[in-house]
């Protein structure tokens, strides 16, 4: 593939983008809409990873007034773009604001202090692009001042702005640039929400709560120097906790219709992306695993996903789709769900994963305060953040809701082991009464206590799904169980004999060995499903590792499992 453009993996920077030989999927229209559509400030929230920063940047390098900043021809690097035949908008527009773009990425810590500091950095950081205005004839001595103060460190390299200075600090930067540019400033805030989420989870929300709200208000109510400004998150924080007084405010969501197109690529942009890099024929797979978001009526496919799966082909080291999202964050939010769910929850979430939807009122606007407060909002912000996609709503406004692709759905699964597995644990009990009966050979009891796990835990009977996927996931419960036995050699899929069998487990103190082989019972033929398991045990010799290991009683287990029942066999 000489001569292609390369794959933008990471590249959240437009100028790079644009000047590294990268490909581009054009979403400048978001410019033009921007502009036909004015609002004083404006909100997009949006999942991670559907190119939220990408965009903040390409703003920033339309509109920002290069030669004091840095030298740089916009016109250029929008040369060719949808943009660039918007003539009249770009004489106007191009190149002519004052630009303050930040993000709040990294303005987190363990504790409030810490927290204030890295704002401190942040916000001083990106005042020190414009240190033209210490030397600017458009301020006074007294203005110079001000700026110097933002920009103020000491020996140890940290921010020295007082607690005053950064609440109105914003407000104070663009005061300067509007007077030594005599032009209304832009403002751009990306990730505007994630300092409240690390304040939340780390116990100083309310603090955190007040500064936010008191530097935006200032920024963006009480500011005369602000031309407009651009916010992305993740959640649409209530307007009562930071955005208090502001009238001229307008929010876009997964839910609008109006920028539908400009976060994530359509189905259009796929599949001209897979052309150009030879990858048309896997176009189904890239369906099935990155495509599924409602973005007002229109299908979008995660980029992120999409970009990676795209250069790991170019390089060989994939040929079927991976999971890129789940490597993004810690999923945290499915296991709180998981944690707080009921048993009309749990068969809500077995639904889902099953391929079905599940109707509930999408509460937008929250604080986080409320996120914990009711399991309907933990609903609201599995759809708010990507974990659900809108399939439909009702004439009352409720959602009609799904996971939205295989991606989606595998991370669910992970998730739901590994919480069954911590719930299996804390009843010591039933999982003493599952080890005796393995180890002496009792079916009867091992069919009692397996079903009992099986119904307490959430499963796979998609008819979507391959049956060796289904296979999989009881294969999975069992795993999470014997996880928990202590003195149990456990292997899976280990080689023995002539194949691989599903799982072995060495009990060595009391020279035990088992092996077992799961199968899926189609349409509830267990006797069938335990005898195939049974003879491809002893067709494979699956014992003959145990053997070699010294274990003197073997017991040879096949297991048949549909829905929340099974059948144990042994032989």
């Given at each position: ?115 204030k500091e890295m704002l401190r950095y ?133 839910k609008d219709v109006r920028y539908k ?311």
């Amino acid at each position: 593939m000489a001569g292609k453009a390369k794959l933008p993996m990471g590249i959240e920077n437009f100028m790079e983008m644009r000047t590294g030989g990268f490909y581009y999927v054009d979403k400048t229209g978001l410019i033009k809409t921007l502009l036909e559509n004015p609002g004083k400030v404006i909100l997009f929230t949006r999942p991670r990873r559907f190119g939220k920063t990408l965009n903040m940047s390409m703003l920033r390098y339309f509109f920002e007034a290069g030669s004091d900043v840095m030298p740089f021809d916009n016109s250029k690097i929008f040369d060719g773009l949808e943009i660039s035949k918007e003539e009249e908008l770009c004489r106007e527009y191009m190149g002519k604001f004052p630009v303050i773009s930040i993000t709040l990425k990294g303005a987190t810590g363990t504790n409030y202090e810490e927290a204030k500091e890295m704002l401190r950095y942040v916000i001083g950081t990106e005042a020190m692009r414009f240190q033209f205005l210490m030397q600017s004839e458009c301020l006074t001595e007294m203005e110079r001042r001000r700026y110097e103060a933002l920009i103020s460190i000491d020996k140890g390299g940290d921010y020295t702005m007082s607690d005053a200075l950064l609440k109105s600090s914003l407000q104070t930067l663009s005061q300067l640039l509007q007077k030594h540019y005599g032009q209304d400033v832009i403002m751009l805030i990306d990730e505007y929400d994630v300092p409240l989420d690390y304040a939340y989870r780390s116990g100083y929300y309310d603090a955190m709560v007040e500064l936010i709200r008191v530097l935006f208000g200032n920024a963006f109510k009480t500011n005369n120097s602000l031309k407009f400004a651009v916010l992305t998150g993740c959640l649409r924080i209530s307007r009562e906790s930071i955005f208090t007084g502001l009238n001229n405010f307008k929010v876009y969501t997964v839910k609008d219709v109006r920028y539908k197109e400009y976060f994530g690529f359509t189905d259009a942009e796929v599949r001209q992306m897979l052309e150009y890099y030879g990858f048309s024929d896997q176009y189904d797979a890239v369906k099935e695993w990155y495509d599924g978001y409602m973005f007002g009526n229109l299908g979008i496919y995660c980029p992120w996903d999409v970009i990676n799966y795209c250069g790991d082909l170019r390089d060989g080291s994939v040929t079927e789709p991976q999971n890129y999202w789940v490597n993004t964050s810690s999923n945290d939010i499915i296991r709180r769900f998981l944690s707080r769910a009921d048993a009309t929850a749990k068969d809500e979430i077995e639904r889902l994963i099953n391929g079905g939807h599940v109707k509930k009122m999408v509460h937008q606007e929250l604080t986080y305060r409320d996120l914990d407060s009711d399991i309907d909002n933990l609903w609201s912000i599995l759809f708010t953040t990507g974990y659900l996609t809108q399939a439909g709503e009702d004439e009352e406004g409720i959602s009609s809701l799904a996971i939205p692709n295989r991606e989606i759905r595998w991370i669910y699964v992970q998730q739901i082991r590994k919480w069954f597995k911590d719930e299996s644990r804390k009843d010591t009990r039933k999982l003493e009464n599952l080890r005796r009966a393995f180890e002496e050979n009792d079916t009867a009891a091992i069919e009692k206590e397996f079903a009992f796990y099986l119904r307490k835990t959430i499963s796979i009977r998609d008819t979507s799904v391959r049956k060796e996927m289904k296979e999989n996931f009881y294969h999975g419960v069992l795993l999470g169980l014997f996880g928990n036995m202590d003195g149990w050699k456990v292997k899976s899929n280990a080689e023995s004999g002539d194949g691989y069998s599903d799982i072995s487990v060495e009990v060595e103190d009391q020279e035990i060995g088992i092996v077992i082989e799961l199968k899926y019972a189609e349409n509830a033929a267990f006797d069938n499903a335990c005898k195939e398991a049974l003879e491809q045990i002893h067709d494979n010799h699956y014992e003959e590792a145990l053997a070699d290991d010294g274990m003197t009683t073997i017991y040879r287990y096949g297991i048949a499992c549909y829905k929340k029942r099974c059948r144990v066999v042994s032989g």
